[in-house]
């Protein structure tokens, strides 16, 4: 009887063994299929991304996001994930610059229509306003204004040196 319960004991033993393994193998699978469907998420963005993929990349992020730890190791184009991610938010900064450039030239519109051969000593205070302004402006937004920036530059020159011809006649 001691016999009998001690090969069922061991066989008990070998049960519970070969169920751990069973459920270690499913979990496993489990983690490779996750693993496999954000893989085939992110091997589906488009190679030229464009703000209109936004959402797109978004819930690519949110995908991989949604994994456990085990999961994420066996991502194996993650890479292509964050180039996309970094893509999206030069993008947006991108659409940000030409909006401040577009807001900057309406707003000094009337300045910026202005040529050193119209320029006068009165205009001295929309040039500098439009000077601070631009200072003011993001690097990715200045990067769009070089003209203006030079047109400004150049009228301020232009007044300085009238300014100079009004006090010597003066």
Known sequence: SNLAKGK???EKTLLDSLLTKIDELEKV???KAAAQAV???IEALPENLTLADKD???AAITAYDSLTDEQKKLVSNLDKLTVAETKIAELEEDEAAIEEAKSFNTTYA???DKTVDTIAIADKESVNAALS???ELS???KGKLIEEKALLDSLLTKIDELEKVAADKA
């Open 39 to 41: 893989i085939d998420i």
């Open 29 to 31: 699978a489990a983690d």
């Open 133 to 135: 302004a631009y200072e």
């Open 139 to 141: 690097d990715s937004a």
């Open 8 to 10: 069922l004991t061991s």
């Open 110 to 112: 009337d300045v910026l």
């Open 56 to 58: 797109t990349v978004e």
